[in-house]
Nanobody, 114 residues
Framework: QVQLVESGGGLVQAGGSLRLSCAASGIIFRNSAMDWYRQAPGKQREWVAR???????NYADSVKGRFTISRDNAKNTIYLQMNDLKPEDTAVYYC????????WGQGTQVTVSS
């Protein structure tokens, strides 16, 4: 059974940085492409970034150039380095496997104040 645990969120001022982590278990992590998503209050969950099993990356236009996704296969963990944060980045951030999608974790709250 896939388990995903997100952490690293918090309250930060606009222009600041945070680094999110997502620890995965119950999957062959090194073979898995992984995504970060986020959900802002009153909005649908949106895709943020992807990293493949060979560490190729892709980003939503809204975060390109500011966010960096990475992985550590030894720790079964992916990361999301978020720089130059904006108030519109405020959301609960989630990770998941690309396919098949697993159960969603509890997410980690990121709040960016202006």
């Amino acid at each position: 059974q896939v388990q995903l645990v997100e952490s690293g969120g918090g309250l930060v001022q606009a222009g600041g940085s945070l680094r999110l982590s997502c620890a995965a278990s119950g999957i062959i992590f090194r073979n898995s492409a992984m995504d970060w998503y986020r959900q802002a209050p009153g909005k649908q969950r949106e895709w943020v970034a992807r990293i493949t099993s060979v560490s190729m990356t892709n980003y939503a236009d809204s975060v390109k150039g500011r966010f960096t996704i990475s992985r550590d296969n030894a720790k079964n963990t992916i990361y999301l380095q978020m720089n130059d944060l904006k108030p519109e980045d405020t959301a609960v951030y989630y990770c998941n496997r690309v396919f098949p999608v697993g159960s969603w974790g509890q997410g980690t709250q990121v709040t960016v104040s202006s």
